[in-house]
């Protein structure tokens, strides 16, 4: 199976910029806008390359595959990492919060900040209506953050794409190179390029 390219020709491609006059905010105004209060703790929003995007709505599905991949992983990852949910990224321009993460040290190094790239090991992002997006923007956001590791459980086509080797430094961020695993496939799970276990596609899956 191969993975269907983002058309920039679509309606919904995501590079495409609004013919009204527009603001994007820098990272650190999204944080004062959250210090401030001008945005609540739990707003459904995230800073995406400058922009503030409302998150999709997940369905029980989506939160079962969510909760899934966290408990097996967190019994897979060992001491010096831990598993966030849906804990934000900070990066050059953006704060995604992934649905599941990999994370270097405990909870408690990131008292003061969230996680940067360089701290990830892995990503994940959980697609139904959403797979377009994480194909899209998403994808691009972390191949110029340079996370070594990106995976999309698609629930749409029952598999898990995985994204390694990104390459921030072309023309269009991309991951070099791309992997769709199956019902009864096997993913390997590697932290700073270091395998540690496998895990069952078809225990990712709802």
């Known amino acids: 199976m191969s993975i269907a390219p983002t058309n ?9 910029i609004p013919s009204l006059p ?11 806008m959250i210090d401030s209060g001008i945005l609540r703790s739990g707003t459904p929003i995230e800073l995406l390359e400058g922009w503030l995007v409302r998150k999709m709505i997940k369905k ?3 939160e079962l595959s969510t909760g899934c991949i966290c408990d097996i992983l967190a019994e897979l990852v060992g001491p010096e990492w831990h598993v966030r949910n849906q804990g934000p990224i ?9 649905d599941v993460s990999v994370a270097r040290g405990s ?18 992002e959980v697609a139904d209506t959403s797979l377009d997006h994480d194909r899209g923007q998403k994808k691009r956001i972390y191949a ?6 990106y995976w999309i459980v698609n629930l749409q086509d029952r598999c898990v794409e995985v994204y390694t080797k990104p390459t921030a430094s072309a023309e269009r961020p991309e991951y070099a190179d791309q992997h769709v695993y199956q019902s009864g496939d096997r993913i ?3 932290l700073d390029e270091v395998e540690v276990g496998q895990l069952a596609v078809d225990d990712l899956l709802p």
Do not use: G, K, M
């Open 107 to 124: 909870r408690r190094d990131y008292v003061d900040r969230h996680p940067s790239p360089s701290d990830i090991a892995i990503v994940i």
């Open 22 to 32: 527009i603001w994007r905010f820098t990272v650190e105004e999204y944080h004062e």
């Open 188 to 190: 390997s799970v590697f």
């Open 8 to 16: 920039p020709q679509s309606p919904n491609w995501h590079d495409e």
């Open 90 to 98: 900070t990066t050059d321009d953006s704060e995604p919060e992934p």
């Open 144 to 149: 110029t953050s340079r996370i070594l590791v």
């Open 60 to 62: 029980p599905p989506h």
